[in-house]
DNA sequence: GCATCGTGTTACTTACCGGTAACACACATC
DNA sequence: GATGTGTGTTACCGGTAAGTAACACGATGC
């Protein structure tokens, strides 16, 4: 591994990043280029050698603008987590005030996010199971992250009156998190496709009138 | 699946295990100790070296065993499989006939394995992750491995009737996925709490006499 | 008695990894 | 012109990884 498929890799020196943005800093190269090998290869695949090359750089060079390889892992995990809820109010934003359309829509966006190609499922998700158990300045971030999206979830449950809306919120989070580990099994076609019709179904059935009673239907 | 919960686990050197089984051979220590650590602490966390010595042997044996530690791991993954079916064989055999029912203990026994301590997911959806994208001969037997438990999970939709019995499959699969992936991050009172019940909902709304139809309640 | 098999031991190679020291150079600013 | 800042370069350290060579020893079986 670390072949790396080369973005636009320079020849060695700098000065080639200067074209016309004010001339981008070689932290910035190197976080950005970590943000995109990390997410494709993991964490424990990819050095801090191969990351400072592809960015036109030097290992040096990665250490003067980073403490560590793994206080870059816990701040790419961070940027992570702003871009992941950047998103996310993307998708609810245009239907403030109407959570069950927001709830669809999440899903609806989640759904189209993970079946591109360039998917390779959740990055937080991905990075635990990387992590060595406790330490990790990283952990911290994932165990808050989840945290907040079982906190959304639940939430929106409860505006939509769900009759038992931690356990939706639950099921969606689950519903989700599976959605982002079985892309990186199955390709395109994987049962991630199901999940916008699942949360529909589910929502139905936590507001349905009576609580999932007799209709028990013993098979014919 | 896989106990793992450390078991004997012998002083340093070997002339443990002779007790009263045909003096285990070095071959089987060396793979269950690989088994438990490799589920512990993941595929790259351990070295070959490290496998040897706490199997109470040393690296020269492990390759006059195994040709490779990437073998090794296409192996254990194998043998996760087995394990694993053997599981879920052990759920679904008191119910035969009746696939509700089979369905239903499945995700009980699924959500109460997953819950233990001991658990850190499904060993083959934790490797997907951590294996390099092409080449590594244990790919194949997660990606055969993942396309079973769906296969298995449709099916077991059709026969209880499912409307749409493709698409509940893959809902289960997503939730048993999710599961899995949840219970990294969360402790054990996790979403995964949640699978049993969500099971019975998706369950009773594939069955319900009309498609999903008018119950919109548009939250009072 | 001799050969083979399974195993242990010590020592080694080659490669990579995270991380550092010391030095050089270009440029921008005062 | 001096100073400082940002960067590149070369060389190195200590650790660990996968994998191998050569040799020794005891048990088993012919």
Redo the contacts with the bound molecule.
Sequence with gaps: M?AIGSLERSG????VAAQVAP?R???DRIFETARQLFYRHGL?A?????IACEA?????????????????IAEYLRDQCKVYWQWWDGCVAPYAGDPRRQLEALFDGFVSLTCKDSSRGCSLGNAVIELPEGSHPGREVIEQHKSEMRERLRSLARQIGARDADELGDTLLLLMEGGYLTRLTFSSDGPIRSAAKAVRRLIDSHLAPEPTAHPRKKRA
């Design positions: 670390s060695s020196s700098g000065a001339k800093r070689v932290r424990r990819v050095g801090v050698e191969a036109g750089t030097n290992k040096v060079s990665f250490y003067r603008s980073f403490p560590s390889k793994d206080e870059l």
